[in-house]
């Protein structure tokens, strides 16, 4: 099976996007997934011009933090006044589902407007480079309906994969994960996205776009380390997965960046150590990986 090191959130902030570059620059990530609209998308322009190193390209679309990148005249039910986005994962998700036909449809419109936008914004940093494929902020993208419009963006622009963001259930150690509340929110997530996934690689095929592989890092999201990669890993193997890819987040704000964020919350993720604890453990199932002779061929 293929395992492919991967960070989302690249270019969210300046500190956390400089340090995950530096990760791909020594080779112990295969690619990242590009945030468009945060302070540090000049790094990755940069970063990619300079390094001639391989490197596989994602969008990680977002509709909730930040500013957008379409035209704000054309996005008025995803934004505020002040042009920044207005929705949660929530509130998007009750949109989708319980708005009235037509408010949904122009909802959807908006989105895909967006999307779009997005996508040639990703293009315009990644310059010569490929953009392999496409996820969500957030899991943002597996929204009913929305997947559909990002599947369908996708294709328009060339992009031949999606994020199904379904992860094969594994625990890494039952006596001290079930003691922790976070594994048990995660597991709520990942459940949510289980069920979200179930129509989603139907629409993913109906749109001529494939999967990602197996997603690893929804159970551990925010507390990776190379153990529990591993065993997400193993479980995706046993699944019969062809590919899996696994996600930390590597990079790790700095105080004076987080006016971005509104909820105490997400300032206290992208402040956190173990930001810096994913960039070691990351590290350690490099070397692991290296030892297996599993990391030959990068992307």
């Known amino acids: 099976m293929r395992v492919i090191r991967h960070s989302d959130d ?22 990242f997934s590009i945030l468009v609209n945060g302070d ?14 391989p490197v596989r390209l ?6 909730t933090e930040g500013r957008s990148s379409a035209t704000p005249a054309d996005v008025p039910l995803l934004i505020r006044d002040d042009g920044s ?23 959807l419109r908006q989105i895909a407007l967006e999307c779009a936008a997005q996508i040639a914004a990703a293009r315009s940093l990644c310059g010569a480079r490929v953009l392999s494929a496409i996820d969500g902020h957030i899991h943002v993208h597996m929204i009913p309906g929305i ?22 259930f594994h625990i890494a150690d039952p006596w001290r ?27 993913a ?24 990669a591993l065993c997400g890993i193993g479980a995706a193997a046993r699944a019969g997965a062809a590919q899996s890819e696994v996600v930390f987040h ?19 993720f992208h402040l956190s150590e173990l930001r810096d604890m994913e960039r070691e453990e990351l590290g350690r199932l490099s070397e692991y990986l290296r030892a297996q002779c599993l990391l030959k061929d990068r992307p």
């Not at 956390?16 to 295969?30: H, Y």
């Not at 776009?209 to 507390?223: D, I, P």
Request: charged share 20%.
């Open 177 to 203: 994960d079930l003691l922790r509340p976070i594994w048990w929110v995660n597991l709520v997530k990942h459940l949510l996205l289980r069920v979200l996934s179930l129509s989603a690689r139907r629409i």
């Open 10 to 31: 690249i270019g969210i902030t300046r500190q956390s996007t400089a340090q995950a570059l530096e990760v791909w620059r020594v080779g112990n990530l295969d690619g």
């Open 58 to 63: 994602a969008v990680h679309f977002n509709l």
């Open 85 to 107: 986005f207005r929705h949660s994962f929530g509130s998007l998700l009750s949109a989708c589902l319980l708005a009235t036909a037509p408010k949904r449809r122009e909802l």
């Open 205 to 228: 095929r109906e749109a001529g776009v494939k999967a990602t592989g197996a997603l690893v890092g929804v159970l551990y999201s925010g507390r990776m380390s190379a153990a529990r």
């Open 250 to 268: 590597i990079g790790r704000t700095s105080v004076d960046e987080t006016g971005r964020w509104r909820r105490p919350a997400d300032i206290a």
């Open 147 to 168: 997947f559909g419009v990002v599947a369908r963006c996708a294709r328009d622009a060339g992009i031949s994969e999606i994020r199904i963001s379904s992860e094969p």
């Open 40 to 53: 540090g998308a000049d790094q990755i322009s940069y970063a990619l011009t300079a390094t001639p190193l």
